[in-house]
């Protein structure tokens, strides 16, 4: 199976190599993770998207549809970014072929813990399910989780759990407090209609039979969430029981051991359980082998591109920047392509700043006012190249007197604000502070914002940040005489800095109208009015553009429940009502939306609403 790229290391070690424990698992973790970057398969029939393009926090979804109908399950993966198996397992599953149904493939609910392999970045994903919280990342990912969950009949999460539970206490690895090797359930039987003990007992023989080794066998493990005295109260807040108890559907955990050092072997059996409990939902499907898509594979390092330089990742020259340059650097700078990265080949690719290591620069553009000493390349949060940085040119200083001016990121924009002065924002759009012209080491916060709740130490600088004010501490905003208008303060707090700032006036996203373009190549114009209906005579239409008060890419438009990527289009069909939706990119909160009602041949004799509104006129 060949694959396009640039530096061969060498085929992928065969399972029967003996190292020591620790460098085993290091080393089959990363070797898997390369194998399954480099296995460049597209998803069965389906498709796929990215919610949240352009974050620091990409979703990407999958969608397979079977040839004949069924229900529609969702399987989901890497919540927790220190539970490889869970993603890995997730990602293989989107190369199933589908008989019937439909099903929902989330490899990778959490990128920016993946990226770091660690259970959390400001708060656990997996505890945000009991409401709708608004004030991290994290929050934005569980809103589009549940809207996914949603249209489902079933659900199944990948767990990496530590040591093998045990109903009965064996030692410290083999106990009812363990996880690792068990399907979790919230209850047996949940409102005396959902019998989740059933559909686990219904597939533990056939999963086991094959597995000889005991503590490596599956058991079925409920946490008994509901009961007043659960020593698993904390289940409460996770997505398994937001299944259960506000969609009322089946939901079940799959739970492999972080102790088991066999990355692949546990990928392997994750998958042969999920399998299993999906034929429980009545899907049927075809793997594709596991041995087939990891050991063709072949093992290679990245090359990174900057300009015409390249950089490989075995003994890398340094990387010659220039001093006070813009960096923005895409997939392709590391050899993968747009197929690549849609197909989830790639994984959770990043490259990050060493002083910066949770911002990856293939997400966000960087403009450097200090030097910082290397690149670090990762994929699924193993290091696959650190590549010490060479910088020529000066370093600009600020003069004397000068008034300072903020260098900062506005929708992936470079903005130079002097001090005193006002940045202009929409609801949704980000934010990334670089700092001061000419200074250094600069401490800049913005009022109201917490970037890490674990440390507010006031440094807002280099973090994405979403300019929702619904996220920021209220007492911060600076009042205004316009109720639907807010005004933040950016301060400079650089110790023996003077104290300057600038601001940022947010206002709601307004939006007059939707283009669309026909089949025949007719553009309509299509008054956009929030709540109405509209008619529309049935057909294909791509979606163009938007006519609104911000940028286009920061909203996100829906069909119905699928996602509608500008340029994409949608199907209206005799004497069917859509909806059309609208949702800001980077935080999947509602907008508005309006239905689309397919015109009978009486109504199509009269102009449509759309079309007299004229081409053109964006007054």
């Given at each position: 199976m060949p694959f396009p790229c640039s530096v061969r290391l060498g085929h992928w070690l065969t399972r029967y190599v003996r190292w020591p424990r620790a460098v085993y698992r290091q080393v089959t973790s990363?070797?898997?993770?390369?194998?399954?970057?480099?296995?460049?398969?597209?998803?069965?029939?389906?498709?796929?998207?990215?919610?949240?393009?352009?974050?620091?926090?990409?979703?990407?979804?999958?969608?397979?549809?079977?040839?004949?109908?069924?229900?529609?399950?969702?399987v989901q993966g890497g919540i927790q970014g220190d539970e490889i198996a869970g993603f890995l397992t997730a990602q293989q599953l989107t190369h199933a072929k589908l008989d019937n149904g439909r099903l929902i493939i989330i490899p990778r609910a959490n990128v920016p813990s993946i990226h770091k392999r660690q259970r959390q970045i400001n708060v656990d994903l997996n505890r945000r399910f009991d409401r709708d919280y608004n004030e991290f990342y994290e929050d934005h990912l569980a809103r589009a989780i549940r809207f996914f969950l949603a249209q489902a009949d079933a659900f199944i999460h990948l767990h990496e759990g530590s040591g093998f539970y045990n109903p009965v206490w064996v030692d410290n690895l083999r106990n009812p407090r363990r996880y690792g090797q068990s399907i979790i359930i919230d209850t047996p039987v949940f409102e005396n209609r959902i019998f989740?003990?059933?559909?686990?007992?219904?597939?533990?023989?056939?999963?086991?039979?094959?597995?000889?080794?005991?503590?490596?066998?599956?058991?079925?493990?409920?946490?008994?969430?509901?009961?007043p005295d659960s020593p698993h109260a904390e289940q409460l807040k996770s997505l398994t029981c937001y299944a259960l108890k506000n969609r009322s559907i089946p939901a079940f955990a799959i739970e492999v051991s972080k102790d088991i050092v066999q990355v692949e072997w546990k990928v392997s059996q994750q998958l042969r359980a999920t399998v299993l409990l999906l034929e429980q939902f009545g899907l049927h499907l075809q793997v594709a082998d596991q041995d087939t898509l990891i050991e063709q594979a072949r093992i290679v390092a990245p090359v990174l591109r900057v300009g015409a330089q390249s950089v490989g990742s075995t003994r890398p020259a340094p990387l010659k920047l220039l001093s006070y340059e813009p960096l923005a650097l895409t997939a392709e700078d590391l050899g993968l392509t747009n197929a690549q990265v849609k197909a989830g080949a790639a994984g959770a690719v990043g490259v990050f700043a060493s002083d910066r290591p949770e911002i990856n620069l293939l997400e966000t553009p960087r403009l450097p006012l200090i030097p910082f000493r290397s690149l670090e390349?990762?994929?699924?949060?193993?290091?696959?190249?650190?590549?010490?940085?060479?910088?020529?040119?000066?370093?600009?200083?600020?003069?004397?007197?000068?008034?300072?001016?903020?260098?900062?990121?506005?929708?992936?924009?470079?903005?130079?604000?002097?001090?005193?002065?006002?940045?202009?924002?929409?609801?949704?759009?980000?934010?990334?502070?670089?700092?001061?012209?000419?200074?250094k080491d600069e401490v800049l916060n913005l009022k109201g914002f917490i970037a890490n709740r674990t440390l507010?130490?006031?440094?807002?600088?280099?973090?994405?940040?979403?300019?929702?004010?619904?996220?920021f501490?209220?007492?911060?905003?600076?009042?205004?005489?316009?109720?639907?208008?807010?005004?933040?303060?950016?301060?400079?707090?650089?110790?023996?800095?003077?104290?300057?700032?600038?601001?940022?006036?947010?206002?709601?996203?307004r939006l007059k109208a939707l283009v669309l373009q026909a089949e025949d190549g007719r553009r309509i114009v299509l008054d956009w009015r929030a709540g109405e209906a509209t008619l529309l005579a049935s057909g294909r239409y791509t979606l163009a553009e938007a006519w609104s008060n911000g940028a286009r890419d920061k909203l996100l438009a829906l069909a119905g429940q699928t996602p509608l990527p500008w340029g994409d289009s949608f199907e209206l069909k005799s004497g069917e009502r859509l909806e059309l939706s609208l949702r800001q990119m980077t935080t999947f909160s509602p907008i508005s939306s309006m239905t689309l009602i397919s015109e009978t041949p009486a109504q199509s004799k009269a102009p449509a609403q759309s079309e007299m509104l004229g081409v053109g006129d964006n007054s």
């Amino acid at each position: 199976m060949p694959f396009p790229c640039s530096v061969r290391l060498g085929h992928w070690l065969t399972r029967y190599v003996r190292w020591p424990r620790a460098v085993y698992r290091q080393v089959t973790s990363a070797l898997l993770v390369l194998a399954a970057l480099l296995v460049v398969a597209r998803p069965a029939t389906g498709a796929e998207f990215t919610i949240f393009q352009g974050t620091q926090y990409p979703l990407r979804v999958y969608i397979l549809e079977g040839a004949k109908p069924g229900p529609t399950v969702m399987v989901q993966g890497g919540i927790q970014g220190d539970e490889i198996a869970g993603f890995l397992t997730a990602q293989q599953l989107t190369h199933a072929k589908l008989d019937n149904g439909r099903l929902i493939i989330i490899p990778r609910a959490n990128v920016p813990s993946i990226h770091k392999r660690q259970r959390q970045i400001n708060v656990d994903l997996n505890r945000r399910f009991d409401r709708d919280y608004n004030e991290f990342y994290e929050d934005h990912l569980a809103r589009a989780i549940r809207f996914f969950l949603a249209q489902a009949d079933a659900f199944i999460h990948l767990h990496e759990g530590s040591g093998f539970y045990n109903p009965v206490w064996v030692d410290n690895l083999r106990n009812p407090r363990r996880y690792g090797q068990s399907i979790i359930i919230d209850t047996p039987v949940f409102e005396n209609r959902i019998f989740l003990a059933n559909y686990v007992n219904s597939v533990l023989d056939r999963l086991n039979q094959p597995i000889t080794t005991a503590d490596f066998r599956f058991r079925l493990f409920s946490t008994d969430t509901f009961r007043p005295d659960s020593p698993h109260a904390e289940q409460l807040k996770s997505l398994t029981c937001y299944a259960l108890k506000n969609r009322s559907i089946p939901a079940f955990a799959i739970e492999v051991s972080k102790d088991i050092v066999q990355v692949e072997w546990k990928v392997s059996q994750q998958l042969r359980a999920t399998v299993l409990l999906l034929e429980q939902f009545g899907l049927h499907l075809q793997v594709a082998d596991q041995d087939t898509l990891i050991e063709q594979a072949r093992i290679v390092a990245p090359v990174l591109r900057v300009g015409a330089q390249s950089v490989g990742s075995t003994r890398p020259a340094p990387l010659k920047l220039l001093s006070y340059e813009p960096l923005a650097l895409t997939a392709e700078d590391l050899g993968l392509t747009n197929a690549q990265v849609k197909a989830g080949a790639a994984g959770a690719v990043g490259v990050f700043a060493s002083d910066r290591p949770e911002i990856n620069l293939l997400e966000t553009p960087r403009l450097p006012l200090i030097p910082f000493r290397s690149l670090e390349v990762r994929a699924d949060g193993t290091t696959l190249a650190s590549i010490p940085v060479e910088w020529a040119g000066t370093w600009p200083k600020a003069e004397p007197g000068q008034t300072p001016w903020f260098v900062c990121w506005h929708n992936g924009s470079l903005r130079i604000i002097p001090a005193g002065r006002t940045l202009e924002a929409v609801v949704g759009d980000q934010l990334v502070l670089e700092g001061i012209h000419g200074g250094k080491d600069e401490v800049l916060n913005l009022k109201g914002f917490i970037a890490n709740r674990t440390l507010n130490d006031g440094q807002d600088s280099g973090p994405e940040i979403i300019l929702d004010p619904s996220m920021f501490l209220q007492h911060w905003l600076v009042p205004t005489d316009k109720p639907d208008e807010w005004l933040c303060r950016v301060a400079r707090e650089t110790p023996s800095q003077s104290r300057d700032e600038f601001f940022i006036r947010i206002v709601p996203r307004r939006l007059k109208a939707l283009v669309l373009q026909a089949e025949d190549g007719r553009r309509i114009v299509l008054d956009w009015r929030a709540g109405e209906a509209t008619l529309l005579a049935s057909g294909r239409y791509t979606l163009a553009e938007a006519w609104s008060n911000g940028a286009r890419d920061k909203l996100l438009a829906l069909a119905g429940q699928t996602p509608l990527p500008w340029g994409d289009s949608f199907e209206l069909k005799s004497g069917e009502r859509l909806e059309l939706s609208l949702r800001q990119m980077t935080t999947f909160s509602p907008i508005s939306s309006m239905t689309l009602i397919s015109e009978t041949p009486a109504q199509s004799k009269a102009p449509a609403q759309s079309e007299m509104l004229g081409v053109g006129d964006n007054s």
